[in-house]
């Protein structure tokens, strides 16, 4: 038995719709590996009952495995807007999120959050930052906008394959941009925040209440 499968069969069960979903997400795209998974999809749902969010905003849907599994901490009044930019994985994922046991604490959007999330009007409680990691540093900074003072953000990918220490590694614009974040929220005085090696890396972030 190897370490990470101790911890799977210590920790919660993946349920059986996110484990098809999950399953369908590495048959049918390319780049399956993205999903969030087992161990990941039920840390984000503890932290949501933990946080108790009523709005949260994810950028970067993908085949809404994240989407669901947060969706599934929610309490009854509260929701969670996911943006996908790619609208390639509309065909995929709509059908999958409509189809979960909680469709209706999700809306779904295709298009590029930077620009959108502002005019929804909310202020959010919680973020869950997954795309383009090119943009990683303008996403916060979105994020920071339209969130209230003592939510919560996390940010996935931080570690990226450990290429962020790698010096030999060839530090592509992906690589560059989770290095240009991870440096700067380092010192940002506005946040508080820890990196933890769940996975590619999380880094969880609290806005201060200035």
Same mark, same amino acid.
């Given at each position: 038995?190897?370490?990470?499968?101790?911890?799977?069969?210590?920790?919660? +069960?993946?349920?059986?719709?996110?484990?098809?979903?999950?399953?369908?997400?590495?048959?049918?795209? #390319?780049h399956g590996r993205m999903a969030s998974g087992h161990l990941q999809g039920r840390f984000l749902k503890m932290l949501v009952h933990m946080i108790?969010?009523?709005?949260?905003?994810?950028?970067?849907?993908?085949?809404?495995?994240?989407?669901?599994?947060?969706?599934?901490?929610?309490?009854?009044?509260?929701?969670?807007?996911?943006?996908?930019? @790619?609208?390639?994985?509309?065909?995929?994922?709509?059908?999958? #999120?409509?189809?979960? +046991?909680?469709?209706?604490?999700?809306?779904?959007? #295709?298009?590029?959050?930077?620009?959108?999330?502002?005019?929804l009007d909310i202020l959010f409680d919680m973020a869950f930052i997954d795309g383009d990691k090119r943009t990683y540093q303008q996403t916060f900074?979105?994020?920071?906008? =339209?969130?209230?003072?003592?939510?919560?953000?996390?940010?996935? @990918?931080?570690?990226?394959?450990?290429? =962020? =220490?790698?010096?030999?590694?060839?530090?592509?614009?992906?690589?560059?941009?989770?290095?240009?974040?991870?440096?700067?929220?380092?010192?940002?005085?506005?946040?508080?925040?820890?990196?933890?090696?769940?996975?590619?890396?999380?880094?969880?972030?609290?806005?201060?209440?200035?």
């Amino acid at each position: 038995m190897t370490l990470d499968d101790y911890i799977l069969q210590h920790s919660d +069960p993946e349920p059986d719709y996110l484990y098809r979903l999950f399953r369908a997400t590495n048959i049918h795209t #390319i780049h399956g590996r993205m999903a969030s998974g087992h161990l990941q999809g039920r840390f984000l749902k503890m932290l949501v009952h933990m946080i108790r969010p009523k709005n949260i905003l994810e950028v970067g849907t993908f085949s809404g495995y994240s989407a669901i599994s947060m969706a599934e901490g929610l309490e009854d009044d509260g929701h969670l807007y996911t943006f996908e930019i @790619n609208d390639e994985m509309e065909d995929f994922t709509r059908p999958w #999120i409509e189809g979960s +046991p909680v469709a209706d604490k999700i809306t779904f959007l #295709i298009g590029d959050a930077n620009i959108e999330a502002p005019k929804l009007d909310i202020l959010f409680d919680m973020a869950f930052i997954d795309g383009d990691k090119r943009t990683y540093q303008q996403t916060f900074e979105m994020v920071m906008s =339209v969130l209230r003072p003592g939510g919560f953000i996390l940010a996935d @990918n931080t570690l990226w394959d450990g290429h =962020v =220490v790698d010096s030999h590694y060839d530090h592509d614009q992906q690589t560059k941009g989770i290095e240009d974040f991870n440096d700067a929220i380092a010192s940002d005085p506005r946040i508080e925040r820890v990196l933890l090696p769940l996975r590619d890396g999380l880094t969880l972030i609290r806005k201060k209440q200035i």
